[in-house]
């Protein structure tokens, strides 16, 4: 039963919660401008730190709107909207799942913990 619910809580933080970190990180241009393109692009050999960064922003902006911009949500603000809601849900739900303890999965940490940690940190 564990592995089957860490199967479906990891669908659940790939379905909800990347769109969102994508876009935090990504998309949003006070974020991408100010943190996420000089931080990558400083780890990256020159012509590629001119060149990956917009290639990734792209890249996830693509993803979100082939996951989230089909009908009904046409306009970025609607989708932004839409995958930030999702997000807050997914947050929930795994709150709730972890509740007071300190593990997903009774008194030691579980892949569960481990991914949400890595994905989180």
């Given amino acids: 039963k ?15 919660l990347l769109p ?6 990504w998309v949003e241009s006070d974020n991408y401008f100010t943190v996420t393109k000089p931080w990558f692009a400083s780890r990256i050999p020159f012509p590629l730190s001119l060149i990956l960064p917009g290639r990734m ?12 911009g089909e ?7 609607e989708v932004e909207a839409q995958i930030y809601r999702d997000a807050k849900e997914c947050l929930n739900l ?3 799942r972890l509740g007071t303890s300190q593990f997903f999965f009774g008194d ?5 913990d481990a991914y ?6």
Avoid: M
């Avoid at 009908?71 to 603000?77: D, E, M, N, Q, S």
């Avoid at 949400?116 to 940190?121: K, N």
């Fill in 2 to 16: 564990q592995g089957a619910d860490t199967l479906a809580y990891i669908a659940l933080i790939e379905e909800k």
């Fill in 20 to 25: 969102a970190v994508l876009h935090t990180f």
């Fill in 57 to 68: 922003s792209k890249g996830a902006l693509n993803r979100i709107l082939l996951t989230r």
């Fill in 71 to 77: 009908p009904p949500l046409y306009h970025l603000r």
């Fill in 94 to 96: 795994l709150s709730n």
């Fill in 108 to 112: 030691t940490p579980s892949t569960l």
């Fill in 116 to 121: 949400v940690f890595g994905f989180l940190a």
